[in-house]
């Protein structure tokens, strides 16, 4: 069933978490989907700018719809992170997505309401969802790259006039994540004071936390001993913090840079340990495999397995 997040989070809030899964290829497409139908999780699966330049939208949306058609009994929506006017505009005339994310990010406040508002005012005209972000990530992914000394925590006292001048549906928020392997640097980890607060000031608005990978420590070891040059210092969120989070409103948690380590460790060991070895489809198998066992554990933790039965 394809809805919007919209319905997703009027569905979750406060009870449950729904992992948001970046997809590139078609391995993640269809591992994914085959463990949410197992888990009967509701779910997000989304594409950035950058994967629909790599791929084509084209593609991307054909390999998500061939994938819901293999698995029916799936609830799912289909986001586009991260994008900007070029790509969402496209892909709301072409009704491909249910969700949509505007970056505006980076600019300042009053151009960030304007830059959203806009796509909004256009997204709504076609019942499709979109997430707004403020407050600033640091870290890298896709071609995102943002330095710690330029990242900057939501202001909680800015969100009330944001949600209300742009329309949105949900807000994607800083409070002490950050993209790719490295976040917590610091080891601050999620600034729940912040949560609350925005919180008290938006209940019952649903927040998004970006960067909510976990980047377990014995994958860093595996890829590097496979090769890889991991420093020590890489570090996700801990599952218990994104647990705690879901409590404050927290209701989409953006996942990609695990599933991209997971890929790292899966074929640099097979390539490592089968030098003689050169056909995709052999790794590609034990990857989805891996995906699949990955995603389970994902959708457990959020408390997501089995919800899938209370939409109608």
């Given at each position: 069933?394809?809805?919007?997040?919209k319905q997703?989070?009027n569905?979750c809030?406060g009870?449950?978490?729904?992992?948001?899964?970046?997809?590139?290829f078609?391995e993640q497409?269809?591992?994914?989907?085959?463990?949410?139908?197992?888990?009967n999780?509701?779910?997000?699966?989304q594409?950035?700018?950058?994967?629909?330049?790599?791929?084509?939208?084209e593609?991307?949306?054909?390999?998500?719809?061939?994938?819901?058609?293999?698995?029916?009994?799936t609830?799912?929506?289909?986001?586009?992170?991260h994008?900007?006017?070029?790509h969402?505009?496209?892909?709301?005339k072409?009704?491909?997505y249910?969700?949509?994310m505007?970056?505006?990010?980076?600019?300042?406040f009053?151009?960030?309401?304007?830059?959203?508002?806009a796509?909004?005012?256009?997204?709504?005209?076609?019942d499709v969802s979109?997430?707004?972000?403020?407050?600033?990530l640091s870290?890298?992914?896709d071609?995102?790259s943002?330095?710690e000394?330029?990242?900057?925590?939501t202001?909680?006292?800015?969100?009330?006039?944001?949600?209300?001048?742009?329309g949105?549906?949900?807000?994607a928020?800083?409070v002490?994540t950050?993209?790719?392997a490295?976040?917590?640097?610091g080891?601050a980890?999620?600034?729940?004071?912040i949560?609350?607060?925005?919180q008290?000031?938006l209940?019952?608005?649903?927040?998004?936390?970006h960067g909510?990978?976990?980047?377990?420590d014995?994958?860093?070891?595996r890829?590097n001993?496979?090769?890889g040059?991991?420093e020590?210092?890489?570090k996700?969120?801990d599952?218990?913090e994104?647990?705690?989070?879901?409590?404050y409103?927290?209701c989409k948690i953006n996942?990609a840079?695990?599933?991209r380590?997971?890929?790292t460790?899966?074929?640099r060991?097979f390539?490592?340990n089968?030098p003689?070895?050169?056909h995709?489809i052999?790794?590609g198998?034990?990857?989805?495999?891996?995906?699949?066992?990955?995603?389970l554990e994902k959708?457990?933790?959020?408390?997501?397995t089995?919800?899938?039965?209370?939409?109608k």
């Open positions: 069933m394809l809805l919007t997040t997703l989070f569905n809030y009870k449950y978490g729904i992992a948001a899964v970046n997809v590139d078609m497409i269809l591992a994914l989907f085959a463990a949410a139908e197992v888990a999780a509701p779910f997000i699966v594409t950035t700018p950058v994967a629909r330049e790599y791929a084509t939208p593609m991307l949306v054909a390999m998500i719809k061939t994938a819901a058609q293999l698995h029916p009994k609830i799912f929506a289909i986001h586009m992170d994008g900007n006017e070029a969402i505009f496209k892909a709301l072409k009704n491909d249910t969700s949509v505007i970056d505006a990010s980076h600019d300042d009053k151009t960030n309401i304007k830059r959203t508002k796509v909004v005012d256009q997204a709504h005209l076609k979109v997430e707004a972000e403020l407050g600033v870290g890298k992914e071609d995102l943002v330095d000394t330029h990242a900057l925590y202001n909680p006292t800015e969100v009330e006039e944001f949600v209300q001048a742009t949105c549906d949900s807000l928020i800083a002490g950050s993209h790719g490295y976040k917590f640097s080891g980890g999620i600034q729940f004071q949560l609350e607060d925005i008290n000031r209940p019952n608005f649903p927040l998004v936390l909510g990978s976990a980047v377990n014995e994958e860093i070891n890829i001993k496979a090769g040059l991991f020590n210092s890489a996700g969120v599952p218990a994104v647990k705690k989070a879901i409590a409103g927290v996942i840079t695990d599933f380590l997971l890929w460790r899966v074929n060991e390539f490592n089968q003689g070895e050169f995709p052999i790794p198998k034990t990857y989805m495999e891996e995906f699949k066992k990955m995603a959708f457990e933790y959020l408390g997501a089995g919800k899938g039965a209370t939409f």
